[in-house]
């Protein structure tokens, strides 16, 4: 058998393997690739027939040994047998580049029992130590999945992984892993020149054989769900390192479907879940952490490298998470055609740097509601942009409580965003404005202001606030039936509303009933207004250039 924790084949040969990485206590990866493998007639005593068509495999603690039986029991396993990591006094160890290839569908799973790790840190599951990209280059992990119908693992502490646990290229049929830990993940650069990349526990696409991959694409379903995984460095993008628990990308299947329920991250640096080109995500009941200062919660995208060609996913669901302490944001969803669905989510204690705690991105047909948002928002709590010839539109956004929290505008609608309904959404307190529109034909009902906004009026201490500013340039948009104050009474339009539009021209095209009939503002106090809108403009466009650096793609520059 060969010994593909510390062979010279792993850096070449293995390259165009998908797998994952785990350099410390990890439990396997699966790579792929179409690679030739020596041929085992029997194993080791430690690997034994547990009745299932499968194997029990005992540790040993030394890599050269570890690799081997687990890879020796894949290869021997009958297809939906099980191999048992036993829990012994010491863990698996994989080096610090041995991985396991799978090609058919088996489970993998760890026994129960307590593991001291090095650097003292106890693993409660089977755990294999070391294993992930190979050498330096290398797209594969601990366990990396070879043309396999489909595959599950399950209670496996990955402990020091490279790149990512577990890696799929060419599967067909459902991947399931469940009930893992994933800690002290290692950043790798990959063979494409980019990095160093963490993708934690999963990470799986088409990656073609130019870009170091095999091509090979995911059908089926992957079906993430119950697993703790802590997330910490990465590559720098802008102010982003790009590090993530999961990543899947560049799947042509239309019927493809991600998972990822019920799972726990803490994340330092980097964003939860990253499904790029991914057209069907499903999202739900999953907690996350980011620490102080650093952390985003998902980002769900999709593109097509290497032009940067934006295309759209299918059906995205994402409800009932929490995230607390978003430092840089919570959820995001760039380029999307929808359906759309972000309901019952909270997001807790911003800061959201990046522009909002929800942010729509040149996206349709997504629906925004019932979430809470609180803490103070460094710019919006909930964003709609886009690229001028890519905009957000035909977009709901009703019933979110953004009264716990406080930001320069609490509800931001971008130019080019267009047909954007927004219905009985509760305003806190904002620097600026409660509702700052540049688009045009969006439609705003029964929203209710029940933070301090004194109104569109120059006070002692320097011009106020009030609830909604319509940029000049705005066109047609709606607006009735609001509320303000704590208590919910009438709203003064005179007040409370500053159309440019009716202060420069003497004219609007916007809907907003009684406008018409105020008394126009100091043109000094109006121009005051506008610089201070145009600050925020720009502060929002240099902070989406920040966080995608030099990977900005046409129309955002």
């Given amino acids: 058998m060969a010994n593909f924790g510390n062979s010279a084949m792993s850096r070449g040969t293995f390259?165009?393997?998908l797998g994952v990485a785990g350099a410390g206590v990890a439990a396997g990866m699966m790579g792929f690739g179409g690679v030739a493998r020596a041929q085992e007639t029997s194993c080791s005593s430690y690997v034994v027939p547990n009745g299932t068509g499968g194997f029990n495999v005992t540790p040993t603690g030394d890599a050269n040994q570890d690799v081997t039986n687990v890879q020796c029991a894949l290869e021997h396993a009958t297809t939906g047998a099980t191999i048992l990591l036993k829990a012994a006094p010491t863990y698996f160890n994989f080096g610090d580049y041995g991985k396991v290839y799978l090609t058919k569908d088996v489970t993998i799973m760890g026994e129960a029992g307590t593991i001291t790790l090095p650097g003292g840190k106890t693993a409660t599951k089977s755990a294999i130590v070391g294993g992930?990209?190979?050498?330096?280059?290398?797209f594969a992990g601990s366990i990396t999945c070879d043309s396999a119908i489909g595959f599950t693992v399950k209670n496996i502490h990955f402990h020091?992984?490279?790149y990512a646990s577990i890696v799929a290229h060419n599967s067909n049929g459902t991947i399931e892993i469940t009930g893992c830990k994933g800690t002290d993940y290692i950043a790798t650069e990959i063979s494409v020149g980019w990095g160093p990349f963490l993708?934690?526990?999963?990470?799986?696409?088409n990656l073609p054989p130019e870009f170091g991959g095999p091509g090979g694409d995911l059908h089926g379903t992957v079906n993430i769900h119950h697993n703790d995984l802590e997330i910490k460095g990465g590559m720098m993008v802008g102010t982003m390192t790009f590090a993530t628990a999961t990543m899947v990308n560049d799947v042509s299947d239309l019927n493809f479907l991600l998972k990822f329920n019920s799972n726990t991250l803490t994340i330092e640096d980097g964003v939860g879940m990253y499904p790029a080109s991914v057209r069907n995500v499903e999202m739900i009941g999953n907690t996350i952490a980011p620490l102080p200062n650093a952390g985003f919660g998902p980002l769900l995208g999709t593109y097509s490298t290497p032009h940067f060609k934006w295309i759209t996913p299918g059906n995205v669901t994402i409800t009932d998470n929490m995230i607390t302490n978003p430092f840089l944001g919570g959820f995001e969803i760039d380029y999307a055609e929808g359906p759309v669905l972000i309901k019952n989510n909270q997001m807790l204690d911003g800061p959201c740097i990046w522009g909002g705690a929800i942010l729509l991105w040149s996206s349709k047909n997504c629906t925004i509601a019932n979430n809470v948002i609180t803490g103070n928002l460094d710019f919006s709590g909930l964003l709609v942009a886009c690229d001028p010839d890519l905009p957000s539109y035909n977009n709901t956004i009703s019933g979110n409580d953004l009264s716990g929290s406080s930001a320069a505008a609490q509800v931001y609608i971008s130019p080019y965003s267009h047909h954007i309904s927004c219905t009985n959404n509760n305003y806190g307190p904002a620097a600026f404005t409660g509702l700052y529109i540049e688009g045009s034909n969006n439609k705003f009902t029964n929203e209710n202001f029940l933070g301090n906004y004194p109104g569109w009026q120059l006070g002692p201490m320097g011009p106020y606030g009030g609830c909604i500013y319509l940029e000049y340039g705005s066109q047609y948009n709606q607006v009735t039936a609001l509320k303000n104050g704590l208590a919910?009474?009438?709203?003064a339009v005179c007040n409370?509303?500053?159309?440019?539009?009716?202060?420069?021209?003497n004219q609007t095209t916007n809907s907003v009933p009684g406008l018409t009939k105020c008394n126009k503002k100091d043109p000094s106090f109006v121009q005051n207004m506008q610089a201070k809108a145009q600050e925020l403009s720009k502060k929002l466009e240099q902070k989406r250039l920040a966080k995608w650096g030099s990977l900005t793609p046409p129309g955002r520059q």
């Fill in 496 to 505: 409370q509303i500053l159309d440019i539009n009716y202060e420069l021209d």
């Fill in 160 to 162: 020091n992984s490279h």
């Fill in 15 to 17: 390259m165009r393997g």
């Fill in 132 to 138: 992930g990209c190979g050498a330096s280059g290398d």
């Fill in 488 to 491: 919910l009474q009438g709203f």
């Fill in 199 to 205: 993708i934690g526990l999963f990470h799986g696409d």
